[in-house]
């Protein structure tokens, strides 16, 4: 599922905060990024419309329905797809050479490689 730019400012918002009242998302996008009540609910219904958000009575009562790795994961993906052919390893070269790392972060980076990859992770 696809989630667009100002519909993942509502999703940060039900991750941070849990179950809220739609009124209350409206309160913190507002105070945030000064949306009005009316964008916002917006937003929330077609978060609704895409299963991302499930809204109950009484209150209107928001909840995540996707997990916050979930919507970073597809987010990954499709950057992946976009913009390196599909190619991990063009993205982790291309991430590398962009940030600058230092020795001791690419040990941890490599660390943490060799403990995902012991988890079944798959090779590009």
Do not use: H
Not at 4 to 15: G, N, P, Y
Not at 56 to 78: G, M, N, S, W, Y
């Amino acid at each position: 599922m696809k989630l667009f730019d100002s519909e993942l400012r509502v999703m940060e918002v039900l991750w941070q905060e849990g179950p809220i009242p739609a009124r209350r998302v409206a309160e913190i996008l507002g105070e945030k990024i000064g949306w009005n009540k009316n964008t916002t609910y917006t937003v929330i219904k077609k978060c609704v419309d895409k299963g991302a958000v499930a809204r109950e009575e009484p209150d209107f009562i928001c909840r995540p329905l996707v997990a916050r790795e979930e919507a970073q994961k597809e987010e990954t993906d499709a950057l992946i797809n976009r913009m390196f052919g599909g190619s991990s390893q063009l993205f982790f070269s291309s991430f590398l050479r962009q940030r600058g790392v230092g020795e001791a972060e690419a040990e941890r980076l490599l660390r943490l490689i060799d403990r995902e990859d012991g988890k079944g992770g798959t090779e590009e």
